[in-house]
T-cell receptor, first 114, second 116 residues
Framework: ETGVTQTPRHLVMGMTNKKSLKCEQH?????MYWYKQSAKKPLELMFV???????ENNSVPSRFSPECPNSSHLFLHLHTLQPEDSALYLC?????????????FGSGTRLTVV | AQKITQTQPGMFVQEKEAVTLDCTYD???????LFWYKQPSSGEMIFLIY??????QNATEGRYSLNFQKARKSANLVISASQLGDSAMYFC?????????????FGKGTKLSVIP
């Protein structure tokens, strides 16, 4: 148990589907992150939320829509995705936005778009 | 923008031997942190070790140590007494210190295989 829980672990969806990824942490952290890990590419930061407010959006296409209802939960809503969006999506949290004291990652959701 | 380079796509090491995984970074900033993460096939990113740019001593955590050479901008991970369970992807990551700085910049990773 990493302290950051992501569900589902695996997801296969069609290009016309709508689905959501969920991330939950009970570490008392105030910042939460979505990262995308594609094959043979470095992890890419997608979104940052600090105290429930979005502080960073790294030019992510609008077919990815994040939601942070509170400091413990983070969602990534997906719609009309493309096959190139297939990747491992990792959620992370940290004590404060931009912490030097460590980010805790979840196990990820492996997404396949067909 | 910061850049992290891991030049070894794959490494092999004999069980019980030590191995060094390379990481270099490029930054003009003075205050930053360097992380190493392990990612087994299950996908989870496991924090291993952290080095702050102003830390005078190299960081150590159990069998992991970080060989930090600031002038060379390198932060190599040394794993001593390798175990079969060490087989995984290893990522070096850079974080710029200070308020408003959120991003961890990752290298492409090194796949370590421990041979029995």
């Amino acid at each position: 148990e990493t302290g950051v829980t992501q569900t589902p672990r695996h997801l296969v969806m069609g290009m016309t589907n709508k689905k959501s990824l969920k991330c939950e942490q009970h570490l008392g952290h105030n910042a939460m992150y979505w990262y995308k890990q594609s094959a043979k590419k470095p992890l890419e930061l997608m979104f940052v939320y600090n105290f429930k407010e979005q502080t960073e959006n790294n030019s992510v296409p609008s077919r990815f829509s994040p939601e942070c209802p509170n400091s413990s939960h983070l969602f990534l809503h997906l719609h009309t995705l493309q096959p190139e969006d297939s990747a491992l999506y990792l959620c992370a949290s940290s004590p404060t936005g931009g912490s030097d004291y460590g980010y805790t990652f979840g196990s990820g959701t492996r997404l396949t778009v067909v | 923008a910061q850049k992290i380079t891991q030049t070894q796509p794959g490494m092999f090491v004999q069980e019980k031997e030590a191995v060094t995984l390379d990481c270099t970074y490029d930054t003009s900033d003075q205050s930053y942190g360097l992380f190493w993460y392990k990612q087994p096939s299950s996908g989870e990113m496991i924090f291993l070790i952290y080095q702050g740019s102003y830390d005078e001593q190299n960081a150590t955590e159990g069998r992991y140590s970080l060989n930090f050479q600031k002038a060379r901008k390198s932060a190599n991970l040394v794993i001593s007494a390798s175990q079969l369970g060490d087989s995984a992807m290893y990522f070096c990551a850079f974080h710029l210190s200070g308020a408003g700085s959120y991003q961890l910049t990752f290298g492409k990773g090194t796949k370590l295989s421990v041979i029995p």
